[in-house]
């Protein structure tokens, strides 16, 4: 272990942009290492003659949670690869610690443990969560009883043994936005944790309104191509070493490996995040003025997430891709597309996915980094013949500009801004609860 370890980053180091932090944040100690990329160390254990240290350093742990300085003793408690992300994510979301798991569920698991540990098992949540979220903590497997309720409701379903309020925005899968100083202020002395992983801290760092645990399925934007599994909860240093005492007695660890790559994904996440989010607010408005679909869904906030509901047959669309990858998950390079009533959601039962929005004709699209132009040739073809004409589309950039959705034009950096001079038609859903 680096003596940089468990040290609280937000004080660590002046602050800087989050472009900057994206490349330079968790690499702290690589100068005095004589290194340029981060190091990838896969010990499972560390040598240390010294028994009696190792007793007080592990008594030190199990007491406090806090990482002991000095070498790490075992990979279950400890791995500088994966606390050179953890760091880089803390600065990102301008949090003093983050604490990374085995996926976003593993991260999720450790929160809930944690405040159940205290006796706290009731749980606020507001729909809809992501699939195996809701059904996480509805389901009863840790123990939890769920009182599900809208952002306004939050205040009333509180009860003295409430440790925890869960919120999703934008939501998975209906981009659902929620007012999150407002609904940290209806929590009491309840925390509030917020899913990040659709807005990444690009877009939003909910701790900045008042969340007290930043969840993330690392899995999607973080790591961005598809290629690694993991979780993370950004948190202030008292609460991670709750979480980490939880992660070391279960064992939801990230791998090193896992570690490394989340880190070198985080370095482009800025970048990424704004030009696919710029090509799916293009699709979205393109979407919206499509007669074929009957409802888009695009975040305020913006992002590179896109939901729409068709007339037609959504499992047609699905068999219908050609350049789209037609797959669950989110946040890679390349496209994908799902219809969350059959995966990201199936394990929701029918009537609580209706009650959180969730209708059977709703796709969800995670939008990448491909042209444009292809990946609206591929969606028109997808979408099948237009209703009642037949006839198919050929929209290009002419043709969505001049139809003037009034939609509103991506600016680069996520945010959103009304097309003023163009005729206003169907725009994208934003509306928050
Ligand atoms: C296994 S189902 C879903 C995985 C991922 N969390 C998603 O929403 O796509």
């Not at 925005?169 to 509030?192: H, K, M, Y």
Request: hydrophobic residues 40%; proline residues 6%.
């Amino acid at each position: 272990m680096t003596q940089l370890e468990g040290m609280d980053v937000s004080s660590a180091t002046p602050h800087r942009s989050p472009d900057t932090e994206a490349v330079h944040a968790g690499r702290e100690d690589l100068a005095a290492l004589g290194l340029h990329a981060a190091p990838l160390d896969l010990s499972t254990t560390y040598p240390s003659h010294d028994s009696r240290a190792e007793a007080a350093r592990l008594d030190e742990f199990a007491a406090t949670g806090a990482l002991p300085p000095g070498p790490p003793v075992y990979a279950r408690l400890d791995n500088p690869t994966v606390a050179r992300f953890e760091r880089a994510l803390a600065r990102l979301e301008g949090t003093g610690a983050a604490v990374a798991f085995a996926s976003g569920m593993a991260a999720l698991t450790a929160v809930v443990l944690a405040r159940a540990a205290r006796g706290l098992r009731h749980v606020v949540a507001v729909r809809p969560l992501y699939g195996c979220s809701d059904h996480l903590l509805g389901g009863g497997l840790l123990g939890t009883e769920v009182t599900w309720t809208d952002p306004a409701g939050i205040a009333a379903a509180l009860r003295p043994d409430t440790g925890l309020v869960v919120v999703e925005t934008p939501a998975n899968p209906t981009l659902a936005e929620i007012d999150l100083r407002a609904v940290a202020e209806s929590c009491g002395p309840a925390p509030l944790l917020a899913d990040n992983t659709f807005a990444t801290p690009v877009l939003q760092r909910p701790a900045e309104h008042g969340a007290r645990f930043v969840l993330h399925s690392a899995t999607k934007y973080l790591g961005g191509h598809g290629d690694v599994l993991g979780g993370v909860v950004a948190c202030d240093e008292e609460t991670a070493r709750e979480l980490r005492k939880v992660r070391f007695a279960t064992g939801g660890v990230l791998h090193p490996l896992a570690g490394y790559l989340l880190l070198r994904g985080l370095a482009t996440l800025p970048v990424r995040m704004r030009a696919q989010s710029a090509t799916a607010a293009e699709l979205a408005r393109r979407l919206a003025d499509d007669p074929r679909v009957a409802r888009v869904h695009y975040p305020r906030i913006g992002g590179a997430m896109v939901s729409f509901e068709v007339h037609g047959d959504p499992h047609e669309v699905i068999a219908g891709v050609r350049l789209i990858t037609p797959a669950v998950s989110l946040g890679s390079v390349d496209t994908l597309i799902q219809h969350p009533g059959s995966i990201s959601h199936r394990v929701v039962g029918p009537a609580d996915r209706r009650a959180g929005g969730i209708g059977e004709k709703l796709l969800r699209m995670s939008v990448g980094l491909e042209d444009a132009e292809d990946l609206w040739h591929d969606l028109d073809t997808a979408l099948g013949a237009r209703r009642g004409t037949g006839e198919r589309a050929s929209a290009g950039a002419g043709e969505a500009d001049s139809a003037g959705s009034g939609a509103g034009e991506a600016t680069g950096d996520g945010e959103l801004s009304a097309r003023s001079s163009a005729p206003r038609r169907r725009e994208p859903e934003r509306a928050g609860r």
